[in-house]
């Protein structure tokens, strides 16, 4: 299995520094760590962690700032409240704006293993690319495509696919970043380039559109005359 990237916001540089190596000496982590909200935004997006675990009480950006943002742009990412703060307003605030769990303050570092443990655990795409393949899941940024159902899954909610629109995402994730002639995408979906089939073609494009618009990472481009282009 993969390593676990994970980001550690907490204002406390020894604790964290503890943390940190304690994590790393699992033989299981790699740890990017920062000291407020602020930092971890930058951190977040330049580091891409598979898990982010936050105090609530930092200066310059709050725990609670810092997640509010990240959900803006990532619905996925499991993340794990540490903070000494666990009174019922705080945790309800914190489910409330996306986070999966709690820990409290002071913890071993086998129980915050545990607990990432148990969270990445719910989450069937995390691992090897190749062993989702073989499991009939499709990692499509944000999105997972579970290609048995054709149920396309972002945290809140999911979408029924068609086998049309199935058919066409996948060509498209296969041959993400490059351009799809839309005559050889009418051709292995449909075995044709009629009008009809064009037509139709434009109608399931832009329903996915709709379907991919909660993660603006993941885009459907159409060059006029060309083709269509996946940005993920």
């Not at 915050?112 to 190749?130: S, T, V, Y």
């Not at 559109?209 to 909660?214: D, G, H, P, S, T």
Request: charged share 30%; hydrophobic share 40%.
């Amino acid at each position: 299995m993969k390593k676990i990237k994970l980001l550690l916001v907490e204002d406390d540089e020894a604790f964290a520094f503890i943390v940190k190596g304690s994590l790393e000496l699992l033989g299981n982590y790699e740890v990017c760590t920062a000291k407020n909200g602020f930092e971890g935004l930058q951190a977040y997006a330049s580091y891409d962690p598979d898990i982010i675990v936050s105090d609530i009480e930092m200066p310059e950006m709050s725990g609670f700032d810092f997640i509010k943002k990240v959900r803006e742009r990532d619905l996925r990412i499991p993340v794990l409240f540490a903070s000494g703060r666990t009174n019922p307003r705080d945790v309800i605030n914190g489910y409330e704006i996306g986070v999966d769990n709690y820990i409290k303050k002071p913890y071993l570092i086998e129980e915050l293993n545990a607990h990432i443990r148990a969270i990445l655990k719910r989450i069937p795409n995390f691992g090897n690319e190749e062993e989702n393949k073989a499991k009939g899941l499709i990692s499509i940024g944000q999105y997972l495509l579970h290609v048995g159902t054709r149920t396309l899954q972002i945290k809140g909610g999911e979408y029924k696919l068609t086998e049309m629109e199935a058919k066409i995402l996948m060509v498209l994730y296969e041959h993400r970043g490059e351009l799809v002639k839309k005559d050889d995408l009418l051709a292995e979906v449909w075995g044709s380039n009629g009008f009809f089939a064009s037509r139709s073609l434009d109608v399931f494009v832009s329903k996915l559109r709709k379907y991919l618009e909660a993660d603006k990472s993941v885009k459907i481009n159409t060059l006029r005359g060309e083709g269509l282009l996946m940005i993920v």
